[in-house]
T-cell receptor, first 114, second 117 residues
Framework: GENVEQHPSTLSVQEGDSAVIKCTYSDSASNYFPWYKQELGKGPQLIIDIRSNVGEKKDQRIAVTLNKTAKHFSLHITETQPEDSAVYFCAASTGGSTLGRLYFGRGTQLTVWP | DTEVTQTPKHLVMGMTNKKSLKCEQHMGHRAMYWYKQKAKKPPELMFVYSYEKLSINESVPSRFSPECPNSSLLNLHLHALQPEDSALYLC????????????????FGAGSRLTVL
């Protein structure tokens, strides 16, 4: 099945700096790549996603890039704020026999220092 | 309404108890999911329902029994659990499993924190 690797496991940045989290996947059939933010005591919240027919997507301070050839995708957060502190999970999914399954990375604990 | 509501938020039970976790969504989604999440780990898929029928069971022990009474509700019945079953149980929903843009975009609830003594 699909294997998603996520790096780094922890990331500390100063407020206002940028943060980048990287993920790789193994199944070339994967076609949907969401990013979730999970704050303490809450469920994961979708913050941005990208499909395999698109190379980059932006939403205000958040962007995701996808390189299908290299099988990696990245989350970029600019002008970080303390409220961006959370655990971020990348994920990948495909259709076929794995329909309905999301394969998650192990998560990145992002801490933004004021 | 763009929420998935889970009750209870916290549950403490003994190994001989029977309890249930409940999940509700009113977004018209036809796929609903149960995930288990241990501390500092990603969510692990347990069950998936599509159009009220069980579509995926990830070899979950029979002490966990899912139920989907209608398209808006999802239950997880718990019986004879073990202390290692203590975790955050997350419910999620998506428009459907396949077909069309946004079909498999998951919306998660806040979770039910389960402690088994």
């Amino acid at each position: 099945g699909e294997n998603v690797e996520q790096h780094p496991s922890t990331l500390s940045v100063q407020e206002g700096d940028s943060a980048v989290i990287k993920c790789t996947y193994s199944d070339s059939a994967s076609n949907y790549f969401p990013w979730y933010k999970q704050e303490l005591g809450k469920g994961p919240q979708l913050i941005i996603d990208i499909r395999s027919n698109v190379g980059e997507k932006k939403d205000q301070r958040i962007a995701v890039t996808l390189n299908k050839t290299a099988k990696h995708f990245s989350l970029h957060i600019t002008e970080t704020q303390p409220e961006d502190s959370a655990v971020y999970f990348c994920a990948a999914s495909t259709g076929g026999s794995t329909l309905g399954r999301l394969y998650f990375g192990r998560g990145t604990q992002l801490t933004v220092w004021p | 309404d763009t929420e998935v509501t889970q009750t209870p938020k916290h549950l403490v039970m003994g190994m001989t108890n029977k309890k249930s976790l409940k999940c509700e969504q009113h977004m018209g989604h036809r796929a609903m999911y149960w995930y288990k999440q241990k501390a500092k780990k990603p969510p692990e898929l347990m069950f998936v329902y599509s159009y009220e029928k069980l579509s995926i069971n990830e070899s979950v022990p029979s002490r966990f029994s899912p139920e989907c009474p209608n398209s808006s509700l999802l239950n997880l019945h718990l019986h004879a659990l073990q202390p290692e079953d203590s975790a955050l149980y997350l419910c999620a929903s998506s428009p459907r499993l396949a077909g069309g843009s946004g079909a498999n975009v998951l919306t998660f609830g806040a979770g039910s924190r389960l402690t088994v003594l």
